[in-house]
């Protein structure tokens, strides 16, 4: 066993390290504050090919693997976590469906513009009144001619408004004891296809969250992705990897709450002398640090599990329950150690807590997790 990084892996950090810091984290403040995505930093991105990291390089990507993809999520979400969760949603869950399930002429015509940047991915699965139960979904696809027409909506899409390529999950077949559900790729412009209410959020304020809306949506029938009837597992086995998109999110969340932290308790002096040299303090920090480093190492053995083959959605569940509930954790005490200063805009950390949150509801509640997880335990 080793848990030395590769000279690569070390090399995408550094990479996206310098990117983040330099690029990134000027702005993320603002951005938080205004709400707004910022279509050049993406652009950014896809000249450096993080848009693209673990596809191969004859779908437009860097033919790196997961474990440089989950590094690549950490290090931005260090600096800002909206636009970690923009590249997670746009590899996990819009680009890896297609690689994994997409024909060569749907890789070429939508996994490469992703892979290269071009075109911005996400996946549409929740509904107003499916969220958990995600197999309740409503959304219908009816096959006319060489068409599906497709009617329902989805809300809460990451990268709604801004994304060309939905990943979509419609109900088929009503008529057995189960829906069946069938996956289609949809682009922005197809008839029918609208963009609807974009959320106001406690965070991940620069990650645009919207609903998307489905009246008579006319689908080609070659847009169908998998087989009639797939789509809940292709929902749920994209999910698996995604889930790990966002325990990078979390881990490098608590990493960027965790390292401002140790910088203000080295600098703050009170009685006398630095608020570090508190033991109360001090403790603080060594239980935050152990906690993210813990996540980390759940993260990237998920990664590492992708990456080589095996089984990893039990993993990968872990790694998102574990890496969630620190980077909640890790931000709050953050929050505490910069006492009042903590709590005002002039420091991040208060972002850092307002954007760790999500990481407990999407891609699955903490709650789905443990279901996910026990469920793989005595099955
Ligand atoms: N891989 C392959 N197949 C799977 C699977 C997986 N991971 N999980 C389930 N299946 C299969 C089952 O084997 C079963 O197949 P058979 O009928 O052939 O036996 C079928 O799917 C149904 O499975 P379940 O009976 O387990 O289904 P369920 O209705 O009990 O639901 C659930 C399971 C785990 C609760 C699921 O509904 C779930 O994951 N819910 C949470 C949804 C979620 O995570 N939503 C997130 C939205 S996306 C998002 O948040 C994106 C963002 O903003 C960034």
Redesign the pocket.
Known sequence: MNFNLSEEHEMIRKMVRDFAENEVGPSAAERDEEERFDMELFEKMAELGLTGIPWPEEYGGIGSDYLAYVIAVEELSRVCASIG?TL??HTS?AGWPVYKFGTEEQKQKYLRPMAEGTKIGA?G??EPAS??????MRTTAKLDGDEYVLNGSKI???NGGIADIYIVFAVTDQSGK?PETTAFIIEKDFPGFSVGKKEKKLGIRSSP?TEIMFENCRVPKENMLGDLGEG??IA??T??G??NG?AAQAVGIAQGALDASVEYAKEREQFGKPIAANQGIGFKLADMATATEASRLLTYQAAWLESHNQPY?KASAMAKLMAGDTAMKVTTEAVQVFGGYGYTKDYPVERFMRDAKITQ?????QE?QR??IS?MLTK
């Open positions: 969760v997670s949603a869950l996946y699965l929740t969220g958990s139960d995600a197999g309740a809460f899409i990451t189960r969250t809940f597992k749920m086995q999910l698996d995604g889930r966002i959605g509801i999407y891609e699955g509640t789905i279901l996910v469920r």
